[in-house]
């Protein structure tokens, strides 16, 4: 494999990691060339770190944007995020349950007026 290797971070405070994490998002394409001159011209990419059961509801939240029942999904300090239409007010998904009801409503992510789920959870 001619990739680099994975390089993991941790941040002393949330406060630190989410100004890294804002930065990276206002820059399209980072480059480690960017970081240090000395650096491969490779992407870099800035991820949430997500416990397994959260990164498979993550997983789960994307298919549903595939199947048309969410227009967007993203993670915040290791919470997952959602909007089923573009410009509507995002939601948090933690449960599978959750996700189950959203596979069974029966509207497209374009609607305006969708179902709320059973339990919404402030953002």
Request: hydrophobic residues 40%; charged residues 25%.
């Amino acid at each position: 494999d001619s990739r680099p290797p994975v390089i993991v971070v941790s941040f002393v405070s949330r406060a630190f990691k989410a100004v890294w994490l804002e930065a990276r998002r206002r820059v399209k394409k980072l480059s480690a060339r960017d970081l240090h001159p000395s650096f491969p011209d490779h992407q870099v990419y800035m991820n949430d770190h997500l416990t397994s059961h959260t990164r498979a509801i993550f997983n789960g939240a994307r298919e549903l944007i595939k199947a048309g029942k969410l227009s967007s999904v993203w993670t915040s300090d290791g919470r997952i995020l959602a909007k089923k239409h573009e410009g509507g007010k995002p939601f948090r998904i933690l449960h599978q349950q959750h996700l189950d009801e959203l596979r069974a409503a029966s509207y497209s992510a374009a609607a305006k007026s969708v179902p709320k789920p059973d339990n919404p959870l402030p953002v």
